[in-house]
């Protein structure tokens, strides 16, 4: 504990290897090899690479579902299999691994009694996040009648019940709308001020930009390039300058200017609003006219506990 | 504790929305209701509510026992198979309380169906004995001497003890020739003693000693239908001859307190009631060691042949101790602890495997353990067929013999223990053989759901091919 304080290193994975075997021991598959992670306090850390590359086998072993073959690995100054350690992270997997004849009521009641929650706690966090994500009006039905992404809100929430330090997101826009994916993204800026730290795979690339203060490309178990967005995405050699819409005398004289010093051709456009911006206008715009929902309800709401 | 029953009682939300619940009753409900219908019995109506209940409790408890070994192979194997379980095992709880939180839910299920069976069961004996067109006496033998909970007193079995001591006597007396094994003597010892013990002749009198217990489940003076001593004998040569004998029962100082002529010609099986009156007991609770004697005397004449009795079965006393309704109630604990047993095997098994190899595991363990005890019975038999041979096993039957011979060591205390078939005798099912049972069952389950724990902790949840 003292250590994570000091380094503010929430994980270490130093020199881990993953090796399936077969039924008779023999090695199958070397799903992780000799990764080495460092994920700091209060950072969105996104886990990135094709399919194979060893994502979620690196997240489940930092969730004790499986041993690691060699390395160390330490989960908030424990070991990842330690109860201690469980109940500080909250997990969302890559499909929404419910009980399908549970109600999202009923489902975040169970998951909250595993973490030992006060009753009243409890039903006041259940109101909250069925609140926040939509499906106060859906509580009574169960969850197997859901669509994906009403499946996947659901085990956004249960992820979230425990007011968790680490969070760990597979793919958690997988199914859902852009409303719902802005919402998720939102609620990881949001966690992550307040110190929460995030762990996102996902193969949303745009999802993984908008959102990530670091990241890590896996490719064949070992990490390829990890670093901050902003420095491994920044194209040193060019800059970019917006600004109004100029006469088009004026722009002449700046790109003559322009090629003058420069000695090279500048490219010219126009700056767009990006599909995501403009549906979200829209729905929003639908959602004030709207009076009824089958659906998940859009909300811009948070639960009151995930903001403190 | 929360995690637990959180655990708990999502298994028994799983059964219930499942349906499982629901068939199950329905499935009781119809062999309950159904099979009474169809059974004949031997035309008397003791003999109809003793396979009433014989049949309907044990038809209940073997279907019951299929549901649990099925419903535990697949509790824990099933959900690691869908990947549910990954979202359980990475919150804080730990294994035991995952498997001990299955093994609470699925008790607390058969505790239910236990009492819906118990429940339709008393019902059904009610209903037969208020509606049935039978006699008054009917209903008395009914009443007494099958809903109740009787305690079987039987004649102290000294076979052993008489056989080590004529065999000691004729050592000592230099009887027995060099060249005869001990092994021989030994058992010709014993068919000797046991023909002596089954088989009076004319003019030979027999007699038992019984011990009446001190704490008497009902008042003294209140003793009516309360006692009854059974007595079951047959004629060397069934259906040729005739039995003439005179039996006394009492104290060693008054031996005829209570005396009964039998005369005349049977077939078979002779059954003989004979009900303890309240001076008889008594007298006999008078005494210090509570020695009540029965007394055959095997009347000389022509017509008197020689009587055989069963050694262990020929005299029962039974004594009323319990209502029917707390022998039932006894009898489902016992049943309910078995069932306990089966949930801990198949949630261990649940905790290794897949499902369908869990279930085939736990059926096969269940038969193997109850089929351990007949092929000790069939080796030993095999034995006295060749005995004075010199035996000859391999290197595999003497393994076999061994693992069974052990699988029954730890089996059998279980097995043994049976309370549906002394429920429909009318026989007590006591708090000694709940507690008995309950101590056994805790420890064996712990025993299995330690081992299933320990797998469990070692098993890695996400392993691509689970």
């Known amino acids: 504990m003292d250590m994570e304080k000091q380094a503010g290193a929430v994980i270490e994975v130093?020199?881990?290897?993953?090796?399936?075997?077969?039924?008779?021991?023999?090695?199958?598959?070397?799903?992780?090899?000799?990764?080495n992670l460092d994920i700091k306090k209060g950072e969105i850390f996104g886990l990135l690479g094709p399919n194979g590359s060893g994502k979620s086998t690196t997240i489940k072993i930092l969730l004790g579902l499986l041993h690691a073959t060699s390395g160390s690995v330490t989960v908030l100054g424990r070991s990842p299999r330690d109860v201690a350690t469980k109940a500080r992270i909250g997990y969302l997997p890559e499909e929404s691994y419910l009980y399908n004849y549970l109600t999202p009521y009923e489902t975040l009641n169970f998951y909250g009694s595993l973490f030992g929650l006060d009753g009243r706690v409890r039903r006041e966090r259940i109101d909250q996040l069925l609140e926040m994500t939509g499906l106060k009006h859906a509580a009574g039905r169960s969850v197997g009648e859901f669509s994906k992404g009403m499946a996947r809100r659901v085990g956004l929430a249960q992820a979230l019940i425990n007011d968790p330090e680490l969070v760990i997101l597979d793919e958690p826009t997988s199914g859902l709308d852009p409303v719902g994916c802005r919402q998720v993204k939102d609620l990881m800026i949001t966690l992550a001020k307040r110190g929460k730290t995030i762990i996102l795979s996902s193969h949303l690339l745009a999802d993984v930009e908008d959102v990530c203060d670091r990241i890590a490309i896996l490719y064949n178990g070992s990490i390829r390039a990890q670093g901050g967005v902003n420095q491994l995405l920044e194209k040193q050699e060019s800059v970019r300058l917006t600004m109004p819409s100029l006469p088009p005398e004026v722009m002449r004289k700046v790109l003559e200017l322009i090629r003058k010093e420069v000695g090279k051709e500048p490219q010219v456009d126009h700056p767009s609003m990006n599909l995501e911006q403009f549906f979200l206008e829209v729905v929003e715009k639908a959602n004030r006219m709207a009076s009824q929902q089958s659906g998940a309800a859009p909300t811009e709401m948070m639960a009151d506990y995930l903001k403190k | 504790m929360t995690g637990v029953l959180a655990i708990a009682f999502l298994q028994i939300r799983a059964a219930i929305r499942s349906k499982l619940f629901v068939t199950l009753m329905a499935v009781l409900f119809l062999v309950l209701v159904g099979l009474p219908l169809t059974i004949k019995?031997?035309?008397?109506?003791?003999?109809?509510?003793?396979?009433?209940?014989?049949?309907?409790?044990?038809?209940?408890?073997?279907?019951?026992?299929?549901?649990?070994?099925?419903?535990?192979?697949?509790?824990?194997?099933?959900?690691?198979?869908?990947?549910?379980?990954?979202?359980?095992?990475?919150?804080?709880?730990?294994?035991?309380?995952?498997?001990?939180?299955?093994?609470?839910?699925?008790?607390?299920?058969?505790?239910?169906?236990?009492?819906?069976?118990?429940?339709?069961?008393?019902?059904?004996?009610?209903?037969?004995?208020?509606?049935?067109?039978?006699?008054?006496?009917?209903?008395?033998?009914?009443?007494?001497?099958?809903?109740?909970?009787?305690?079987?007193?039987?004649?102290?079995?000294?076979?052993q003890q008489e056989t080590r001591d004529r065999y000691n006597d004729m050592v000592a007396k230099g009887a027995i020739p060099a060249d005869v094994m001990r092994e021989e003597v030994l058992m010709s010892i014993k068919k000797e003693l046991i023909a002596d013990k089954t088989i009076v002749r004319p003019s030979a009198v027999r007699q038992w000693s019984m011990e009446i217990p001190a704490d008497l489940g009902f008042d003294k003076s209140d003793s009516a239908g309360k006692m009854m001593l059974k007595i079951q004998f047959s004629?060397?040569?069934?259906?040729?001859?005739?039995?003439?004998?005179?039996?006394?029962?009492?104290?060693?100082?008054?031996?005829?307190?209570?005396?009964?002529?039998?005369?005349?010609?049977?077939?078979?099986?002779?059954?003989?009631?004979?009900?303890?009156?309240?001076?008889?007991?008594?007298?006999?609770?008078?005494?210090?060691?509570?020695?009540?004697?029965?007394?055959?005397?095997?009347?000389?004449?022509?017509?008197?042949?020689?009587?055989?009795?069963?050694?262990?079965?020929?005299?029962?006393?039974?004594?009323?101790?319990?209502?029917?309704?707390?022998?039932?109630?006894?009898?489902?604990?016992?049943?309910?602890?078995?069932?306990?047993?089966?949930?801990?095997?198949?949630?261990?098994?649940?905790?290794?495997?897949s499902f369908p190899v869990a279930t085939f595991v736990s059926f096969s363990v269940l038969l193997v353990a109850c089929m351990a005890h007949y092929f000790i019975l069939l080796s030993e038999m095999e034995g006295?067929?060749?005995?004075?041979?010199?035996?000859?096993?391999?290197?595999?039957?003497?393994?076999?013999?061994?693992?069974?011979?052990?699988?029954?060591?730890?089996?059998?205390?279980?097995?043994?223990?049976?309370?549906?078939?002394?429920?429909?005798?009318?026989?007590?099912?006591?708090?000694?053989?709940?507690?008995?049972?309950?101590?056994?069952?805790?420890?064996?389950?712990?025993?299995?759901?330690?081992?299933?724990?320990?797998?469990?902790?070692?098993?890695?949840l996400a392993l691509p091919y689970t």
């Open chain 2, 235 to 353: 004629p060397v040569r069934a259906g040729t001859n005739a039995v003439s004998g005179k039996w006394s029962v009492g104290t060693e100082e008054k031996p005829d307190i209570f005396s009964t002529e039998t005369d005349g010609r049977m077939d078979g099986l002779y059954n003989l009631s004979i009900p303890v009156a309240a001076d008889l007991l008594e007298a006999v609770m008078a005494r210090p060691d509570r020695k009540m004697i029965v007394t055959f005397v095997n009347n000389d004449g022509e017509k008197s042949k020689p009587v055989m009795f069963d050694r262990i079965n020929g005299i029962k006393l039974f004594i009323w101790e319990s209502g029917f309704e707390s022998n039932l109630f006894r009898a489902l604990i016992i049943v309910l602890c078995r069932l306990s047993l089966l949930a801990a095997i198949g949630l261990t098994a649940s905790t290794l495997f």
């Open chain 2, 41 to 159: 019995g031997d035309g008397t109506f003791a003999g109809q509510i003793k396979l009433l209940l014989y049949y309907t409790l044990g038809l209940a408890t073997i279907i019951l026992g299929a549901a649990t070994l099925w419903a535990s192979s697949g509790a824990i194997s099933l959900e690691v198979e869908s990947r549910q379980l990954h979202l359980v095992a990475v919150k804080p709880v730990y294994h035991f309380q995952i498997w001990l939180g299955k093994f609470v839910g699925l008790l607390i299920m058969n505790i239910f169906l236990l009492c819906f069976t118990g429940l339709t069961v008393l019902g059904l004996i009610y209903w037969t004995l208020s509606f049935g067109a039978r006699s008054d006496q009917e209903r008395k033998v009914v009443r007494e001497e099958l809903l109740a909970g009787r305690r079987l007193t039987k004649p102290q079995d000294t076979l």
């Open chain 1, 14 to 35: 130093n020199n881990l290897t993953k090796v399936f075997k077969d039924f008779w021991r023999r090695p199958k598959v070397r799903a992780v090899d000799g990764l």
């Open chain 2, 384 to 460: 006295h067929v060749h005995a004075g041979e010199e035996a000859k096993s391999s290197y595999w039957e003497d393994t076999s013999e061994y693992a069974m011979r052990k699988l029954d060591e730890v089996f059998e205390p279980i097995l043994q223990v049976e309370s549906v078939g002394p429920l429909s005798d009318g026989i007590l099912v006591s708090w000694r053989d709940v507690g008995r049972v309950l101590m056994m069952i805790c420890f064996y389950s712990s025993l299995i759901g330690g081992a299933g724990v320990f797998l469990f902790r070692r098993r890695e």
